[in-house]
C-alpha cells in the first residue's frame, strides 16, 4: 500500500534492548541504525517520520484462524450446553429462524476486522460457512465488509463446506462450494472426521483445491476421542499433490500414545503441513464430560514441535456460541500458549506471527533490513511483557504506513489528591 514515499520509524526499541530508527521504502525496510542520521537519507522533503518515543517494534500479528461469519453473535445465538454440537445445533437454529441476516453479519464482520487491525493484525484467515441452506451468501457478505480493510490487511477466506462433501447428499454442498471457488475463495475447508467418509471429504479438498490453485486448510480430529486420527490419514493422501495445506485443531492428537504422536508428527513435518493449535475455543468446548482430570483440549504441542512441525495458534471464534468470551487480539492467544500449552513467550509469539504467515504463504516480517514493514509497536520493554500485558496502546505499521493507533488514558484522582 506504500505509495514510494521514504518513511523513518525512529526510537523504536528492539527485542535485543538497543533503541534504532528505521527506514522504510516501497514498503520494506532498507536501513537500521541505532544513529538517526545513518538512515534519514537524502530527500528529506519527500520523508515522513514517525516517532515512537521508545515503544518495543515487533512484528505484526496474524489471525491464522477465524469464523468471521459467526463472530460478535454470543447473544444472538445462545448455547446452554457449552459443547461442539449445542453450538453448531444453536447456529443452525439461528440460520433457520432468520436471525442471521445480510446487513448484520457485514456489520459484524466488518467490527471483527477492525478489533484485529487495532490489535496489531496485518494479515487474517477465516473460515466462512458454504453449502447447505447458506449457498455463498456468507461469504458474499464477508468479502463486502472485507473490502475496506484490503489495503491494510491481508485477508483470506476458506470455505468451510457443509457436510456432506462426497457420496449422498453432497451435490448441493459441492455446488456452493465450486460457486464460492468463483468468488474467488482462498482455500478449501471442511470437516473429515465429522463427515459420513472422511478419506472421500479429504479426496474431494485435496483434488478440488489442486484443479484450482487454491490452498486447503481443513478442520481435523476436534474431538478427544484417540481413535480419530483423520490426520494421519490427510498426511498421507497430501504426498502426491503441490499444495500449501494446514490442519486445523487436531485435538486428538494430543490423547494418544507419545510414540503415535512423535510417528504422525514426523509425518505432519516432512510433508510440510501446517498445524493450527486454537487454545481459546478448544479449552472451552472440549472436556466437558470429563470433571477429573479435565483434558485441555489442544494438539500434540511437544511432539510437533519436537518434529519441526509448523506450529501455529489460532484464536478460533470470537463471542460467539462456540466461545463466549475472546477480544479478537492474537496476544490473547499467544498467553495461552503459555500458560495452556506451556511455550515460552517467543515461541508463542512466533505462532501468532511468523509461524502464522508461513502457514498463509505470505512474507515473513522481522526488525531487520529486507522485511516487510508490518510491525506493531507497543509500551512495553520484551515479548513476555507484551504477552502478559497486552497493553491496548499499540501503533499498528503495515508497508511502514500508520494504519491503527490506539491511545489509553489512565487517572487516578484518589492518588493524585
Known amino acids: 500500500m506504500s505509495n514510494g514515499q521514504s518513511i523513518v520509524i525512529s526510537n523504536a526499541l528492539c527485542a535485543d534492548g538497543k533503541v534504532r530508527s528505521l527506514r522504510i521504502e516501497g514498503g520494506v525496510v532498507r536501513a537500521m541504525s541505532e544513529r538517526p542520521a545513518d538512515v534519514r537519507g537524502t530527500d528529506e522533503h519527500h520523508l515522513t517520520k514517525v516517532d515512537v518515543e521508545g515503544r518495543l517494534l515487533l512484528p505484526s500479528l496474524v489471525e491464522a484462524h477465524a469464523h468471521l461469519d ?85 485477508i483470506e477466506f476458506v470455505a468451510l463446506t457443509y457436510m456432506p462433501m462426497s457420496g449422498e447428499g453432497s451435490a448441493e454442498n459441492l455446488r456452493a462450494l465450486r460457486e464460492a471457488i468463483d468468488l474467488g475463495v482462498d482455500a478449501i475447508g471442511g470437516c473429515p472426521h465429522l463427515e459420513p467418509d472422511a478419506a472421500a471429504c479429504i479426496d474431494v479438498a485435496l483434488e478440488l483445491a489442486a484443479h484450482h ?50 510417528r504422525i508428527a514426523q509425518k505432519v513435518s516432512k510433508q510440510q503441513v501446517s498445524i493450527v493449535a486454537l487454545p481459546q475455543t478448544n479449552l472451552f468446548l472440549q472436556g466437558r464430560s470429563q470433571p477429573v482430570a479435565t483434558p485441555r483440549g489442544l494438539t500434540a504441542i511437544s511432539a510437533l514441535r519436537a518434529a519441526g512441525a509448523n506450529l501455529v495458534a489460532g484464536a478460533d471464534n470470537a463471542q460467539d456460541p462456540f466461545n463466549l468470551v475472546g477480544r479478537n487480539d492474537p496476544l490473547e492467544t499467544a498467553a495461552l500458549m503459555v500458560m495452556a500449552g506451556h511455550l515460552l513467550p517467543e515461541d508463542a509469539y512466533a505462532t501468532v506471527s511468523s509461524n502464522a504467515r508461513r502457514a498463509l504463504g505470505i512474507a515473513e516480517v522481522a526488525v531487520a533490513v529486507g522485511s516487510p514493514a508490518d510491525f506493531i509497536a507497543v509500551r512495553t520493554h520484551s515479548v513476555r511483557q507484551t504477552i502478559a500485558e497486552a497493553p491496548a496502546d499499540r501503533i499498528v505499521f503495515k508497508d511502514g504506513e500508520i494504519v491503527a493507533r490506539s491511545t489509553v488514558t489512565r487517572d487516578f484522582p484518589t492518588l493524585n489528591a
Open 213 to 262: 490453485s487454491r490452498k486447503v486448510d481443513l478442520h481435523v480430529d476436534e474431538t478427544l476421542d484417540p481413535t480419530s486420527l483423520t490426520l494421519d490419514e490427510l498426511v498421507t493422501k497430501v504426498e502426491k499433490y503441490d499444495l500449501s495445506v494446514t490442519a486445523s485443531h487436531c485435538v486428538s492428537l494430543g490423547m494418544v500414545p507419545q510414540a503415535t504422536a512423535d
Open 70 to 154: 459467526k463472530s460478535l453473535t454470543a447473544d444472538l445465538v445462545p448455547n446452554p450446553a457449552g459443547d461442539l454440537m449445542g453450538a453448531i445445533h444453536g447456529w443452525r437454529d439461528a440460520e433457520s429462524s432468520g436471525v442471521i441476516n445480510h446487513e448484520g453479519m457485514v456489520e459484524r464482520v466488518a467490527q471483527s476486522l477492525e478489533m484485529l487491525l487495532a490489535a496489531g493484525v496485518t494479515a487474517v484467515r477465516s473460515h466462512i460457512n458454504v453449502g447447505g441452506p447458506v449457498g455463498t451468501r456468507y461469504l458474499i457478505a464477508s468479502q463486502e465488509a472485507a473490502e475496506r480493510f484490503r489495503r491494510t490487511m491481508h
